[in-house]
Every structure is written in structure tokens, then in C-alpha cells.
């Protein structure tokens, strides 16, 4: 009996540390949504208010209209889409080619790849800025696509899973006349979709979330895309942060749909390494 | 006649497939080449040209002048200064709470995959979007964290606006961004732990506590080292989550100048490349320095076992 009352405790121990935790974590979109729909006198109260007193989408209407956030939303589907689209065709292409493809200085080639996947993106800005300056891609969308086209880490996730497919496979298609090319697309990609899902879903959230790169090479309003677009806005909307509020649930909310859709395939990528660092 | 058409496709297919798969490589590889590998050279050399000009990509000599400068400049050692006193805060603390979370996480639950969508939240969202819902938190006047703080008569705190607290403010926000990741990643190391250890400490009559110190840090120990190196790396780095609680500016009075904001300034203000390159580089040497120093740290602990 006392034992099983000992063990109780710690169990009411442990959701109770893991229940405080999640709502530290919570807390700031919480925030952020809540003070979304505030009014401005309910946004400057104190004690604050927890939440506000009617749903009314008002902030966002503002928002919208003060700054070109509908631009800015497109532009940011249209760069992960394209970004996404070009980057796993060059990665299946690459993967494949490591894996199953035999070439002189291949495994040379891949070591020396892998060496390269801690330089920091920090370290290539300077000269990057300059090429996409010089292929006269400044402030142009495709400018915070190229770039990105070739990611040794997604590209090293697939190649490990084209490894564990079984040779025998590929013989046999062969013996049935499949070129390499067929058995690419009509046997590999298919098998390989958990690793594809994971590779598009990282790229995605990367590709959407990213700053550091499109406030270099982007300048002009049309060319925004959300997360720059925003940071411009907290200077554009003057005191108002219940409209800053309501711009960052519109950068936000996308991708934690995203999550909330596809938390497994996200986290088992992040578990290998990827997205920080 | 008919054999030599044979013979003839043949080796074309031969031929072929001696190139193919470089074609396969082709647009992997130009990409790795174009924005990768020449850029990593180049701003090694761009280092050392002094007085470079963007415009006319011409410089003086080549040298060491740029680092001299880049040493010298004092807003670059208190940046180093500062990315440093980041660095050896967010790192520690990310990763001692996300051990404990992971340990708990990876017991038994009910809702673990509530508490999962809980925890791992901050590392799909924007840290720039995030970053300004802090800000409004961090409010001096109007601020929800000094509100709580005032229930335990704490006066308010100028988070944002004075510079003894700006540090606190962003490695608080720093942590609280980090943790997902790292959660992940010690979250799979303990999974990857053979039950059949504790089946052992369990049946020798261990404590849980002693377990979780004698046998789940220890054999934790390879993701531990992977999770500090990689949260250094990328905390060296920090500029995403400072820039949207300072409006753009590196802290209330300048006084939180990281590396990668000196060198944005020396590149998008000053137009100073061979300076914002020497200054890169600087900054590859301290990631590259304390990488070493975990591996070179983490085999002697290997060895020692």
C-alpha cells in the first residue's frame, strides 16, 4: 500500500513538473494570440488582461491594410513551394548518385561533403551576396531560392536510406529494362517517401521561417516575404503591438498547422540533427 | 553487319553510363560549388586583401590588415565578449533543463503527445515572429512577465531598456527558443538506451535518482556532447532572436554587439568586405576552437570508461 502511495506521488510529480513546463513553452503564442484580438486600451492595461473581451479580427484588417502582408504571405508560398520543389529534385538526383551509382572519387567526393556541412551559412553570406548581386538577382524573389538549392544534410538523410534498399531490387529491375532514371522514379522515390516527407517538411519550415538571408538580398516591399516583412512592419506600425501581435499570428500559425499536421515526420528529422546548427 | 550494330550500342551504352552518373551529381554539385565551396574560399582570401573595395573588387596588398583592424576595432571585442557570455549561458542551461524534460518525457505518459506539441512548438515558428510576442512580454510598463513578478513584490524590471538586464532578457528567450531542438535530440538518445540496463539497477535495488545520475547520463553522455556542440555552434551565431527584441538594434545601448551583427554592419553600413570577412573568419575559429575542445573533451571521458 505504501509503496503504491509513494509511486503515486512521484507520477503526480512528474506531470505536474512536465504541465508547468508546457505552459512556459505555450505561453508566448498564447501572448501573441490573445493580444492579437485586444483593443488598444485593453493592450495597454495593468494588471494585463488576460484575454480579450470579443474575438473581433479587426487588428488583422488594420494590419493588412497597413502593410502589404497579403504580398508578403504569397511571396513566401512562393518561394517555399519553389525552393522546396527545386531542392528535393536536386537532392533525389545527388542522393541517388551516391548511393547506388558508381563513379571514380565518389566516396572522396562525399567525405569531403559531409566535411562541409559545418561552415556556417554566416561564413558564405559576404561572398553570396556579391554573386547574387553580380547574376543581377538582387531583390528579386529567385534570389532566396538558389542559394538554397543543394542541401548536403537532406541530401545525406536520403542517401542513407537509399543504402538500406536492397541491391537485389535493382538488378532485377535492370533484367526487366528499367534505365537507372525509371528505377529512380518509378521504385526509389516512392520507397524513399517517410525520408522525401521529412526532407520537404524541414525545407519547408527553413525556407519559411528564414530572416538572416532575405534581409540582405531583399529590399523592395513587393519582394518581402513574411518574416522580413514583419520586422519592417514593427517600425511602420508605431506603438501598436496588438497589430504586431496580429501580423505575428499570421507568420506563426502556418507552420504550427504544419506541426500540429505532421508532428512525427518533423520531429524524427529534427532527431537526426537537422534544422539548428 | 549485324553484330557490329550490336557491338557499336553497346559501347555507346557503355560510354554513356560512364558519364551518367556525373549528370546525376550535375546540379547537387553546382549548387555545393556556386554557394558553398567558392564562397568558404573566397572569403578566406578576401580576408586578407586590404582596403578591398566592392565596387571595384580591387585592394591595396595582401595581408593580415583586416584582422589587425577587426582585433583592434573594440565594438568587435565586445562582441566577441558578449557572443561568448551568450554562448557559455544558453548552452549549459538549455541543455541541463532539456535532460531533465527528456528524461520525463520519455517515461510512460498519458498525453505524451500533447506534452510533445507543448515542448517542440518554438522550433517551428519564426524566432523573429516569436521574438516580438517576448518583447510585448518583456514590456517594462505594460509586461505580463513583470506583472507575475510583481505577485512575489518584485518592482518591475526593465528588461528591454537597461542594459544590465538585456543579456538576462535575451538568453532567457535564447534558452526558451533552443530547448526544442535540444529536447529532440536527448529525447532520441534516451530511447536509443538499452532497457535492459535498468532491468539490471532495478533488480540490484537502485534508487531512481541514483539510476537517472549512475546509468542514464552516463550512457547519455555521446548525445550530451552532440547536443553542446551543436547548440554552440549554433548559439555562436546568435542574431535571429536579438534582433526582433531590440527593434533591429543589438540591445538598448549597443551593448549587445554579437559577431554576426558586426558583421553585418561592416558589410550592409561600412561596405567594408575584407573587414565583415576576416571578421567571419574570426568567428569560424572560436566555433571551430570549442568543437575541438568537446570532441577532444568527450574522447578522454570515452577513454576514461
Given at each position: 500500500?505504501?509503496?503504491?502511495?509513494?509511486?503515486?506521488?512521484?507520477?503526480?510529480?512528474?506531470?505536474?513538473?512536465?504541465?508547468?513546463?508546457?505552459?512556459?513553452?505555450?505561453?508566448?503564442?498564447?501572448?501573441?494570440f490573445?493580444?492579437?484580438?485586444?483593443?488598444?486600451?485593453?493592450?495597454?492595461?495593468?494588471?494585463?488582461?488576460?484575454?480579450?473581451?470579443?474575438?473581433?479580427?479587426?487588428?488583422?484588417?488594420?494590419?493588412?491594410?497597413?502593410?502589404?502582408?497579403?504580398?508578403?504571405?504569397?511571396?513566401?508560398?512562393?518561394?517555399?513551394?519553389?525552393?522546396?520543389?527545386?531542392?528535393?529534385?536536386?537532392?533525389?538526383?545527388?542522393?541517388?548518385?551516391?548511393?547506388?551509382?558508381?563513379f571514380?572519387?565518389?566516396?572522396?567526393?562525399?567525405?569531403?561533403?559531409?566535411?562541409?556541412?559545418?561552415?556556417?551559412?554566416e561564413?558564405?553570406?559576404?561572398?553570396?551576396?556579391?554573386?547574387?548581386?553580380?547574376?543581377?538577382?538582387?531583390?528579386?524573389?529567385?534570389?532566396?531560392?538558389?542559394?538554397?538549392?543543394?542541401?548536403?544534410?537532406?541530401?545525406?538523410?536520403?542517401r542513407?536510406?537509399?543504402?538500406?534498399?536492397?541491391?537485389?531490387?535493382?538488378?532485377?529491375?535492370?533484367?526487366d529494362?528499367?534505365g537507372?532514371?525509371?528505377?529512380?522514379?518509378?521504385?526509389?522515390?516512392?520507397?524513399?517517401?517517410?525520408?522525401?516527407?521529412?526532407?520537404?517538411?524541414?525545407?519547408?519550415l527553413?525556407?519559411w521561417?528564414?530572416?538572416l538571408?532575405?534581409?540582405?538580398?531583399?529590399?523592395?516591399?513587393?519582394?518581402?516575404?513574411?518574416?522580413?516583412?514583419?520586422?519592417?512592419?514593427?517600425?511602420?506600425?508605431?506603438?501598436?503591438?496588438?497589430?504586431?501581435?496580429?501580423?505575428?499570428?499570421?507568420?506563426?500559425?502556418p507552420?504550427?498547422?504544419?506541426?500540429?499536421?505532421?508532428?512525427?515526420?518533423?520531429?524524427?528529422?529534427?532527431?537526426?540533427?537537422?534544422?539548428?546548427g | 553487319?549485324?553484330?557490329?550494330?550490336?557491338?557499336?550500342?553497346?559501347?555507346?551504352?557503355?560510354?554513356?553510363?560512364?558519364?551518367?552518373?556525373?549528370?546525376?551529381?550535375?546540379?547537387?554539385?553546382?549548387?555545393?560549388?556556386?554557394?558553398?565551396?567558392y564562397?568558404?574560399?573566397n572569403?578566406?582570401?578576401?580576408?586578407?586583401?586590404?582596403?578591398?573595395?566592392?565596387?571595384?573588387?580591387?585592394?591595396?596588398?595582401?595581408?593580415?590588415?583586416?584582422?589587425?583592424?577587426?582585433?583592434?576595432?573594440?565594438?568587435?571585442?565586445?562582441?566577441?565578449?558578449?557572443?561568448?557570455?551568450?554562448?557559455?549561458?544558453?548552452?549549459?542551461?538549455?541543455?541541463?533543463?532539456?535532460?531533465?524534460?527528456?528524461?520525463?518525457?520519455?517515461?510512460?505518459?498519458r498525453?505524451?503527445?500533447?506534452?510533445?506539441?507543448?515542448?517542440?512548438?518554438?522550433?517551428?515558428?519564426?524566432?523573429?515572429?516569436?521574438g516580438?510576442?517576448?518583447?510585448?512580454?518583456?514590456?517594462?510598463?505594460?509586461?505580463?512577465?513583470?506583472?507575475?513578478?510583481?505577485?512575489f513584490?518584485?518592482?518591475?524590471?526593465?528588461w528591454?531598456?537597461?542594459?544590465?538586464?538585456?543579456?538576462?532578457?535575451?538568453?532567457?528567450?535564447?534558452?526558451?527558443?533552443?530547448?526544442?531542438?535540444?529536447?529532440?535530440?536527448?529525447?532520441?538518445?534516451?530511447?536509443?538506451?538499452?532497457?535492459?540496463?535498468?532491468?539490471?539497477?532495478?533488480?540490484?535495488?537502485?534508487?531512481?535518482?541514483r539510476?537517472?545520475?549512475?546509468?542514464?547520463?552516463?550512457?547519455?553522455?555521446?548525445?550530451?556532447?552532440?547536443?553542446?556542440?551543436?547548440?554552440?555552434?549554433?548559439?555562436?551565431?546568435?542574431?535571429?532572436?536579438?534582433?526582433?527584441?531590440?527593434?533591429?538594434?543589438?540591445?538598448?545601448?549597443?551593448?549587445?554587439?554579437?559577431?554576426?551583427?558586426?558583421?553585418?554592419?561592416?558589410?550592409?553600413?561600412?561596405?567594408?568586405?575584407?573587414?565583415?570577412?576576416?571578421?567571419?573568419?574570426?568567428?569560424?575559429?572560436?566555433?571551430?576552437?570549442?568543437?575541438?575542445?568537446?570532441?577532444?573533451v568527450q574522447?578522454?571521458?570515452?577513454n576514461?570508461?
Amino acid at each position: 500500500m505504501k509503496r503504491i502511495g509513494r509511486k503515486n506521488v512521484a507520477r503526480f510529480f512528474v506531470y505536474f513538473a512536465l504541465a508547468a513546463g508546457a505552459v512556459v513553452m505555450v505561453f508566448p503564442f498564447f501572448w501573441m494570440f490573445s493580444s492579437a484580438f485586444k483593443t488598444s486600451t485593453e493592450i495597454n492595461k495593468f494588471p494585463p488582461q488576460w484575454l480579450p473581451g470579443s474575438l473581433s479580427l479587426a487588428n488583422f484588417k488594420i494590419a493588412f491594410e497597413k502593410a502589404p502582408f497579403a504580398r508578403y504571405f504569397l511571396n513566401s508560398v512562393v518561394v517555399m513551394a519553389s525552393s522546396v520543389a527545386v531542392t528535393a529534385f536536386t537532392t533525389i538526383l545527388g542522393a541517388f548518385a551516391f548511393s547506388r551509382l558508381k563513379f571514380p572519387g565518389r566516396d572522396m567526393l562525399f567525405s569531403l561533403l559531409l566535411s562541409m556541412m559545418m561552415i556556417p551559412f554566416e561564413m558564405l553570406v559576404i561572398t553570396n551576396y556579391s554573386t547574387i548581386v553580380d547574376i543581377g538577382l538582387w531583390d528579386k524573389l529567385p534570389a532566396l531560392i538558389l542559394p538554397f538549392t543543394s542541401s548536403i544534410f537532406y541530401m545525406y538523410i536520403l542517401r542513407n536510406f537509399f543504402q538500406s534498399v536492397p541491391d537485389s531490387l535493382y538488378y532485377s529491375a535492370r533484367v526487366d529494362g528499367a534505365g537507372n532514371w525509371r528505377y529512380l522514379w518509378k521504385i526509389m522515390v516512392p520507397m524513399a517517401r517517410p525520408s522525401l516527407v521529412t526532407i520537404v517538411l524541414l525545407n519547408a519550415l527553413a525556407s519559411w521561417n528564414s530572416f538572416l538571408w532575405p534581409m540582405y538580398v531583399i529590399s523592395s516591399t513587393d519582394n518581402r516575404t513574411l518574416p522580413w516583412g514583419l520586422q519592417v512592419f514593427t517600425t511602420e506600425a508605431g506603438f501598436n503591438p496588438e497589430l504586431l501581435m496580429a501580423a505575428s499570428t499570421v507568420v506563426v500559425l502556418p507552420m504550427i498547422a504544419l506541426f500540429l499536421f505532421a508532428r512525427k515526420s518533423i520531429v524524427r528529422g529534427v532527431a537526426r540533427g537537422g534544422l539548428k546548427g | 553487319m549485324k553484330r557490329q550494330k550490336w557491338e557499336r550500342d553497346l559501347t555507346s551504352h557503355r560510354r554513356f553510363s560512364r558519364v551518367e552518373p556525373y549528370l546525376y551529381v550535375l546540379p547537387f554539385a553546382l549548387g555545393i560549388l556556386a554557394f558553398t565551396l567558392y564562397p568558404v574560399v573566397n572569403v578566406v582570401f578576401m580576408s586578407f586583401k586590404e582596403n578591398y573595395s566592392h565596387l571595384t573588387r580591387g585592394f591595396t596588398e595582401w595581408g593580415v590588415g583586416n584582422y589587425e583592424l577587426v582585433l583592434n576595432d573594440k565594438k568587435f571585442v565586445q562582441a566577441i565578449g558578449n557572443t561568448l557570455n551568450y554562448v557559455l549561458l544558453v548552452v549549459p542551461i538549455s541543455t541541463s533543463i532539456a535532460i531533465v524534460v527528456a528524461y520525463l518525457l520519455n517515461q510512460k505518459l498519458r498525453f505524451s503527445a500533447l506534452f510533445q506539441t507543448a515542448y517542440f512548438l518554438p522550433m517551428v515558428t519564426s524566432v523573429t515572429a516569436v521574438g516580438l510576442a517576448w518583447r510585448l512580454m518583456y514590456n517594462e510598463k505594460f509586461g505580463i512577465i513583470n506583472y507575475l513578478l510583481s505577485w512575489f513584490g518584485i518592482d518591475p524590471i526593465g528588461w528591454l531598456s537597461k542594459a544590465q538586464y538585456s543579456m538576462a532578457a535575451l538568453v532567457i528567450f535564447g534558452v526558451w527558443n533552443i530547448l526544442p531542438f535540444t529536447i529532440i535530440l536527448l529525447l532520441s538518445g534516451l530511447q536509443n538506451i538499452d532497457p535492459q540496463h535498468y532491468v539490471a539497477a532495478r533488480v540490484d535495488g537502485a534508487k531512481s535518482l541514483r539510476i537517472f545520475f549512475r546509468i542514464t547520463v552516463p550512457l547519455l553522455l555521446p548525445t550530451i556532447f552532440l547536443v553542446l556542440i551543436i547548440n554552440t555552434i549554433s548559439s555562436f551565431k546568435v542574431f535571429s532572436e536579438l534582433y526582433p527584441l531590440f527593434k533591429g538594434l543589438p540591445g538598448p545601448l549597443y551593448n549587445l554587439y554579437t559577431v554576426v551583427y558586426y558583421i553585418r554592419y561592416a558589410m550592409v553600413e561600412s561596405r567594408k568586405y575584407g573587414i565583415a570577412a576576416a571578421a567571419a573568419i574570426v568567428l569560424f575559429l572560436f566555433i571551430f576552437a570549442f568543437t575541438m575542445v568537446q570532441l577532444f573533451v568527450q574522447r578522454k571521458w570515452v577513454n576514461r570508461r
